[in-house]
């Protein structure tokens, strides 16, 4: 199986720019090494390069979203069967990739609502960043599963991810003011000066168990510098 090329294919029904497909890239290479080469320090060179590149069609599904405010049913019909293709190179359960594909389809129900009036502050807090989240899930399954481990994500690392991915936004801010439909449910809440909800990411940040405090304290300082 390493032999094999299981790099997901380019979409040509949705072209990216050379200095998109750059930017796409870098941020690919970075998200691996920052949340999944630790986990997976001895893949062979072939399925680490398989995972960045299923990374980056993540990453140019995010781009379509944010740029396209209407969604081509043919377009999100390539994404999919693309991610399925994916992982039937390699060789998964067809039940693990079910529920890894339906948490990704779920994510991109989300942002279509957008576009149908509805806000991100509608979903709640935990629900919204766990399905953000949705990608980095699937890659630590896909890596556990190749390590032969039991492809699931313990209470501890889903909510490592949700904190994570809240900081996302907050370092996103400037970056997703310049798209129409970014995602970013904190600049959505900014934007509407909704005080409640704006406190609710302090409450539930501190709600939070078993997380560093060096974490929780840098991602709330950072928060605190907003304001309605």
Same mark, same amino acid.
């Given at each position: 199986?390493?032999?094999?090329?299981?790099?997901?294919?380019?979409?040509?029904?949705?072209?990216?720019?050379?200095?998109?497909?750059?930017?796409?890239?870098?941020?690919?290479?970075?998200?691996?090494?920052?949340?999944?080469?630790?986990?997976?320090?001895?893949?062979?060179?072939?399925?680490?390069?398989?995972?960045?590149?299923?990374?980056?069609?993540?990453?140019?599904?995010?781009?379509?979203?944010?740029?396209?405010?209407?969604?081509?049913?043919?377009?999100?019909?390539?994404?999919?069967?693309?991610?399925?293709?994916?992982?039937?190179?390699?060789?998964?359960?067809?039940?693990?990739?079910?529920?890894?594909?339906?948490?990704?389809?779920?994510?991109?129900?989300?942002?279509?609502? &957008?576009?149908?009036? =509805?806000?991100?502050?509608?979903?709640?807090? #935990? @629900?919204?960043?766990?399905?953000? $989240?949705? /990608? !980095?899930?699937?890659?630590?399954?896909?890596?556990?599963?190749?390590?032969?481990?039991?492809?699931?994500?313990?209470?501890?690392?889903?909510?490592?991810?949700?904190?994570?991915?809240?900081?996302?936004?907050?370092?996103? &801010?400037?970056?997703? =003011?310049?798209?129409?439909?970014?995602?970013? #449910? @904190?600049?959505?809440?900014?934007? $509407?000066? /909704? !005080?409640?909800?704006?406190?609710?990411?302090?409450?539930?940040?501190?709600?939070?168990?078993?997380?560093?405090?060096?974490?929780?304290?840098?991602?709330?300082?950072?928060?605190?510098?907003?304001?309605?």
């Amino acid at each position: 199986m390493e032999n094999r090329d299981l790099s997901p294919q380019p979409n040509d029904n949705y072209i990216l720019t050379p200095d998109e497909e750059r930017a796409i890239s870098e941020k690919a290479e970075e998200l691996y090494a920052k949340r999944i080469a630790p986990y997976a320090p001895d893949l062979a060179p072939p399925t680490r390069g398989a995972i960045i590149n299923f990374q980056k069609l993540v990453f140019v599904v995010d781009h379509y979203f944010e740029h396209n405010e209407n969604l081509n049913p043919a377009s999100l019909n390539s994404f999919w069967k693309q991610f399925k293709k994916f992982l039937d190179d390699l060789e998964m359960p067809k039940d693990l990739q079910a529920t890894l594909l339906q948490d990704i389809k779920d994510y991109a129900d989300i942002e279509a609502s &957008i576009r149908t009036g =509805k806000r991100l502050a509608e979903y709640e807090i #935990r @629900f919204f960043y766990f399905k953000k $989240s949705c /990608d !980095v899930r699937m890659q630590r399954h896909i890596i556990r599963y190749l390590n032969k481990q039991t492809a699931s994500s313990s209470d501890s690392e889903i909510i490592r991810d949700i904190l994570e991915e809240i900081e996302d936004d907050v370092d996103d &801010i400037e970056e997703d =003011k310049l798209t129409p439909f970014g995602g970013n #449910r @904190f600049l959505e809440i900014l934007n $509407s000066k /909704d !005080v409640e909800k704006l406190n609710e990411y302090d409450t539930f940040i501190n709600s939070l168990p078993n997380l560093p405090q060096d974490l929780v304290q840098r991602i709330l300082d950072k928060i605190s510098k907003f304001g309605v």
